[in-house]
């Protein structure tokens, strides 16, 4: 059993639960704010045909690097897109979910959550792309970097802080 070291209090499973659905659900709306981010500075960098190339790029994980070419059906390209983001938001929110059944505070949520964010970012770019999809290695490392911890990690980070607040889980276990 994990212990929550500021309270000196088990983790208990009713917090493992909670970070488990709570998980899920950050996941979706952080996935969501990070695809949005992506798509407008996308946009905004390589003008309006470039709006729907992040789902394109990340649909490319499950149909191969054609989905990236222009004549691919966007509709194809960007449901897939679509399904693998949201698969490995909800993924990387229940693994938050469940560090996040320790953490008290919204500096512990939040902090935390960017640097989960951080490390996802290091480890998609640095690890995982060059070996598998290098193709995500011709966007922006900087746009990357503020997706990855920002939009995505510290709204994770939010989003349980706030869910944490409105579960009585804030509370130390009596």
């Known amino acids: 059993m994990?212990?929550?070291e500021y309270i000196h209090t088990p983790v208990t499973p009713r917090d493992m639960r909670w970070g488990l659905r709570q998980g899920a659900i950050a996941g979706i709306v952080a996935g969501i704010v990070f695809a949005a981010f992506e798509m407008i500075v996308s946009a905004l960098m390589m003008g309006a045909a470039a709006f729907f190339m992040p789902l394109?790029?990340?649909?490319?994980?499950?149909?191969g690097p054609g989905a990236l070419d222009p004549?691919?059906?966007l509709?194809?390209?960007?449901?897939?897109?679509?399904?693998v983001h949201m698969v490995l938001a909800i993924i990387f929110g229940i693994i938050f979910g469940e560090i996040a059944a320790m953490l008290r505070g919204p500096v512990a949520f939040i902090g935390a959550g960017s640097l989960f964010g951080l490390a996802l970012w290091?480890?998609?770019?640095?690890v995982i792309a060059p070996a598998l999809f290098p193709w995500f290695l011709e966007s922006s490392p900087l746009v990357q970097f503020i997706a990855h911890t920002f939009f995505f990690g510290s709204v994770l980070g939010y989003y349980?802080?706030?869910s944490h607040q409105r579960s009585g889980l804030e509370e130390p276990a009596v």
Do not use: C, D, E, Q
């Open 2 to 4: 994990a212990y929550r």
């Open 56 to 63: 394109r790029m990340i649909g490319a994980i499950a149909l």
């Open 71 to 73: 004549n691919y059906s």
């Open 75 to 83: 509709v194809t390209a960007g449901i897939a897109g679509v399904v």
């Open 122 to 126: 290091l480890i998609n770019f640095y």
């Open 160 to 162: 349980l802080w706030k």
